[in-house]
């Protein structure tokens, strides 16, 4: 059957007049929150700030504190459009700016130590005495600090540590009932930590769903957390015990819960780091019957660690593929320290190389991936013609920059 070309800002505008709608109809109260990111912001440590300014479902984002930026708009710190989002020198400075508290204060660094700072505490300390509740993504859990609890009581706010994981009695073993899901399921692993592995599972979802495949995205870590993930759990915080089942059991509920054409799976660090677990067991947990590989082409060095060195993406597939009896069918790339000429010279080399389809979604979208699924599974690509009335060969890239020329008003 002949290609039917469809046009893409017309497709786009229904899709977002749709969501406008449903939003209209189903309001959801978004807290507002200011996020803590203070000498990090758009740095590897920085990274659930930066996640959190991209997106979030549960939180409007109302500035970012980081004095070393402090003027600038985070959006273009990022690389990105401006997003009307502030960098603040501190917590005075937001409310003034602001006018009005927001509802919550995020500590939006992700560094390696297990406890923050005295100074850190005590400007936590200062935002719960201004009324605001206190999210966390670190292992050092502040609902379990006799000084924290206290100020937090004495304030009327709220502390929730992400991290913290489920109760005992709450944790699964693996059973094997990962077998009953019949939808593929796509894990996004990596050749490092803080690469880029959950912005490319956050933007193929939002993707994915924008073309009417219903895809669930389970995380694995805090910040896909913050960011309202439905399902999931913070894997490093785990009990080793119980980290496989409970992936499994977080995917089998997401399947039996939602229904879904596609389940995404959040990877953490990488299956050849010698410092981490999570990967193999997010691996294991999953079974996933695809695999995405992010990796950050201009690092050396692995993230925290100045002497190890970098796996090559060929290694990391090949260590994927011997372990498991999965495939990695495409390669994601992190546009850290590239400008864009370079990233696309390194886009047409892996592709030459690996054969296998490559793209930076930031910088260029997702359409390359949605096509590699579409390949690999003839369901999801019968859904998508019929959601989008698009017919396209094996071979050719689908065009599906949703967002350009849409009218600004039918945005949300």
């Not at 500035?63 to 003027?71: E, F, H, K, P, R």
Request: aromatic share 8%.
């Amino acid at each position: 059957m002949e290609n039917l070309i469809y046009n893409q800002k017309l497709f786009a505008k229904k899709q977002w007049e749709q969501k406008y709608q449903e939003n209209q109809d189903n309001p959801v109260q978004k807290k507002r929150a200011l996020v803590y990111c203070e000498n990090q912001f758009g740095l590897v440590d920085g990274k659930t700030a930066a996640a959190l300014v991209r997106h979030s479902e549960i939180y409007t984002i109302v500035g970012v504190i980081d004095s070393s930026l402090a003027g600038k708009d985070a959006g273009e710190e990022l690389g990105k459009e401006k997003s009307g989002i502030p960098i603040f020198a501190d917590l005075d400075d937001a409310l003034k700016s602001l006018a009005y508290t927001p509802d919550c204060y995020i500590y939006g660094k992700a560094p390696l130590e297990t406890f923050i700072c005295i100074k850190e505490r005590l400007l936590i300390f200062e935002a719960m005495k201004k009324g605001m509740d206190i999210i966390s993504g670190l292992h050092e859990f502040f609902t379990q600090d006799p000084e924290f609890s206290h100020i937090a009581a004495l304030n009327g706010v709220q502390i929730k540590d992400i991290r913290k994981p489920p109760l005992l009695k709450d944790l699964h073993l693996f059973t094997g009932q990962i077998s009953q899901v019949n939808v593929p399921v796509i894990a996004v692993l990596g050749t490092d930590c803080a690469c880029g592995k959950m912005t490319t599972a956050v933007e193929l979802n939002k993707t994915l769903n924008n073309l009417g495949i219903k895809s669930v995205l389970v995380a694995t870590g805090q910040t896909s957390l913050m960011q309202g993930a439905k399902y999931g759990v913070s894997t490093d915080a785990l009990i080793s015990q119980f980290l496989v089942g409970q992936i499994e059991y977080s995917v089998v509920q997401a399947f039996k819960q939602e229904s879904p054409d596609i389940i995404l799976v959040e990877g953490q660090s990488a299956i050849s780091h010698p410092a981490f677990l999570s990967s193999i067991g997010i691996l294991k947990g999953s079974m996933p019957d695809g695999v995405i590989l992010q990796h950050p082409p201009a690092r050396k060095f692995r993230c925290d660690f100045p002497d190890l060195a970098m796996p090559t993406p060929e290694s990391e597939i090949k260590l994927i593929e011997t372990i498991s009896k999965t495939k990695v069918i495409a390669i994601t790339l992190s546009h850290e320290d590239l400008d864009k000429q370079e990233i696309l010279k390194i886009t047409e080399d892996y592709e030459l190389q690996l054969r296998l389809p490559t793209t930076d979604v930031l910088s260029s979208g997702c359409q390359k991936l949605v096509q590699a699924l579409s390949d690999q599974f003839p369901a999801l690509k019968n859904k998508i013609e019929r959601e989008n009335f698009v017919f396209f060969s094996d071979h050719q890239a689908l065009k599906l920059n949703l967002l350009e020329g849409v009218d600004e008003s039918v945005r949300t």
